[in-house]
Nanobody, 125 residues
């Protein structure tokens, strides 16, 4: 089992930055993939970014590419999401996620087994 706890959310003005953190505990050595999804009110949960530990590759949704950066430590215990140039449409609850298998359809929420409780990010315009 793996437990995930997010932190770092909050209120920020448009154009500002936030850094989200996700602390993983439990069988973290088994993880091959970690990522971030977000869900705005009335919308489906959507993919934001993912990191593949084997080779440390990163993947991003087109909507955040060039503005957000996912990173993590080699021990797979912490994953970060640096968010720059924030826009009002980035407002959502952000969820950390992880899985022991890397799946080619990484942008699907069904590709990840473990989920955190989420942290709210609100961008004011």
């Amino acid at each position: 089992q793996v437990q995930l706890v997010e932190s770092g959310g909050g209120l920020v003005q448009a154009g500002g930055s936030l850094r989200l953190s996700c602390a993983a505990s439990g069988r973290t050595s088994s993880l091959y993939a970690m990522g971030w999804f977000r869900q705005a009110p009335g919308k489906e949960r959507e993919f934001v970014a993912a990191i593949r530990w084997s080779g440390v590759s990163t993947y991003y949704a087109d909507s955040v590419k060039g503005r957000f950066t996912i990173s993590g430590d080699n021990a797979k215990t912490t994953v970060y999401l640096q968010m720059n140039s924030l826009k009002s449409e980035d407002t959502a609850v952000y969820y950390c996620t992880a899985d022991p298998v890397w799946r080619s359809n990484y942008a699907s929420r069904y590709s990840f087994l473990y989920w955190g409780q989420g942290t709210q990010v609100t961008v004011s315009s």
